[in-house]
């Protein structure tokens, strides 16, 4: 009879992705608290930084007008303006954001220079070196002051180019990016097979049992499902704290994620003690272990059988 184990190591995946999740909500609300106390000492631009560096890991309408704002009280109106059209473009059906946008807008297109830039995959954009601080995207729409200007795109794999501009007041201008042909790669001559050797005879080898084996499966799908669970648990926390910001909500939250961070570090332990227990000290005697790797859709799973 054969006895064949699968470990997945799937679960440690997915806990590992909440774990992330839970590190950009508490990275925003800190930026955003950052931007709030910056603004409050008259410190517009580190204030405008903060609340664009929080819309940037978690979009909010509310990160994203207060950047707006810092913006034009740092006299900063092609920023601004920037920000106002993004308000328009995700939260058109919220009053706030929309009469804020409006009042921007309003004061903004008589002054600036529209710009819409199309490339042909998605790039991110710098003017004059500087970079405008807005993911990657196949269609941009900002705002410039008059004057000759130099704007540059840097296409996902490295690749750039650039086109000199020169926006008047109330011009708009559309600009068209071709991404630049990828450099031919050197031919690499074809490696000379290795010669073959022949099959290598195991020898026998004492090891533990195959109960404890048995035991670090049970331990490590265990300490997974606690885990999901104090990972889920962690993002209820986050949801209630982004409804209602409080300093023990924000508490609450650091402690959920501490206490799950810690799980997925010992489930990930478990699961590769327990696999370089299976691999290399159990006794499967008579028979050797039998190893098999294979992707799954949520991670890999390692198995291991042998003979009783």
Known sequence: ??????????????????????????AAARAFSEGQT??????????????ELANSLIPSREALRSAARARMLAGQL???????????????????????????????????GRIHVSCTSACSLAVDGRALGVPAAETHLFYLNPGRQLVEATFEAGPSTSRAIAPKAGEEINVRLERPPAPKADRMPTPTPAPSRGPEVAEPRRGLPRTVFVIGVGVTAALAGITIWSGLDTLSARDAYVMHPTDPGWDDGRAKQLRTNLLIGGTAAAGIGTALIGIFWTNWHPGQPTVAMSPTTDGFTLAVSGRF
């Open 1 to 26: 009879m054969r006895l064949v184990l699968v470990l997945s190591f799937g679960l440690i995946v997915v806990a590992g992705v909440t774990a992330e999740a839970r590190a950009d909500v508490s």
């Open 38 to 51: 910056a603004l409050l000492d008259g410190n517009f631009e580190l204030a405008a930084q903060s609340f």
């Open 78 to 112: 092609a920023r601004a303006a920037t920000h106002a059209e993004t308000l328009l473009a995700r939260y058109a059906d919220d009053p706030a954001s929309s009469s804020l946008a409006g009042d921007i807008l309003k004061d903004a297109k008589p002054r600036l």
